[in-house]
Every structure is written in C-alpha cells, then in structure tokens.
C-alpha cells in the first residue's frame, strides 16, 4: 500500500533530522525559551535556618528548587498554602532521610493559611525530600544534604546567601 504523501513527506523530515552529521564547526542550538508564565504556585514555603537566615521558595508543579542544607541541620518550615484549605489535615514524610521532629507527622492548616514544622537533615550528602499531603494531593519540599568534602558534587541549590537559581 502505497504511503500518503503527507506521511511520508513526515517522515523524510524527521529521517533528515535525526540522520544528518553533526560537524564539529556546527553547534546545536540552544536552550529554548518559553515565554509562557510560570505556572501558579501551590505553596509559599518560608524556611528559617536560624541566626536571622532564612529563605522562602514558591513550590510550583509539586515541588520547589532544591534547598541546601548542611548534615544534620534542623530548619523551622512554615508553609502558605491555598485559603481553601484551612482545617485540613496534613500528613508529613520525610522520604530519603532526615526527620520531622517536635511534632507528630500531621499537622493542621490554620485560619491564616499557614502550617508549620522542625525538619532534621540527614547526616548524609545527597537528596533529603518532604511529602507532604492533603489527602491525594502532594506537593515536595526537596532538601539537599550539602557534601562538605567535595562541594563540587553538589548541584545548584538555593541557600539563605544564594536564594535566586
């Protein structure tokens, strides 16, 4: 059966695309740029390290920018979440390590919005993230444990001196 020509017109696109060489006095083009807004935040979390540090990050599409923190840091979070979920009950799990202390792992969103609790990090370098629930809704609180050995392990991270990724 003969293929239609706009199938194989297609199709002898993208065969030019994926098979032409790239020479070394050719780049690739860069990174695209989207024009689109950012989409709309789900949570404003605030997080105090302590000694007047501190740093607030837009959870967007379930999570925010990487936060770093050094092993075994505690940090005070407090997060600002949609009006329309005063009341409710919020279920907290630290997934990679770390711990929530000084509370139980819910906590109630208050008539101002907000909910807070002590995260612990873990002693370990590497990813230390948050779940955080509202019944089958989840946003992320990503934590990373800062390698103090070899910085240039660790990836960007947002901290109280660099907050703007």
């Not at 689109?36 to 740093?55: E, Q």
């Not at 509370?103 to 230390?128: H, I």
């Not at 444990?145 to 947002?158: C, E, H, I, K, S």
Request: proline share 10%.
């Amino acid at each position: 059966m003969p293929t239609p020509p706009s199938l194989f017109g297609l199709a002898a696109f993208f065969a030019s695309i994926l098979c032409s060489p790239i020479g070394l006095s050719q780049s690739l083009p860069g990174p695209q740029v989207s024009s689109a807004s950012p989409a709309p935040a789900k949570a404003t979390a605030a997080v105090d390290f302590g000694n007047s540090r501190s740093l607030t990050t837009k959870i967007r599409q379930g999570s925010s920018q990487l936060i770093g923190l050094q092993p075994n840091q505690i940090v005070n979070v407090s997060l600002k979440v949609s009006p329309s979920k005063v009341g409710h009950i919020i279920t907290l799990q630290p997934l990679d390590g770390g711990r929530v202390i000084g509370t139980t792992s819910q906590c109630v969103v208050g008539a101002d919005g907000t909910f807070g609790f002590k995260f612990q990090a873990g002693p370990n370098p590497g990813v230390s993230q948050i779940s955080i629930r509202d019944g089958s809704e989840e946003i992320g609180l990503p934590f990373w444990v800062l390698n103090t050995q070899d910085a240039q392990r660790n990836p960007p991270v947002l901290t109280p001196e660099n907050s703007n990724l």
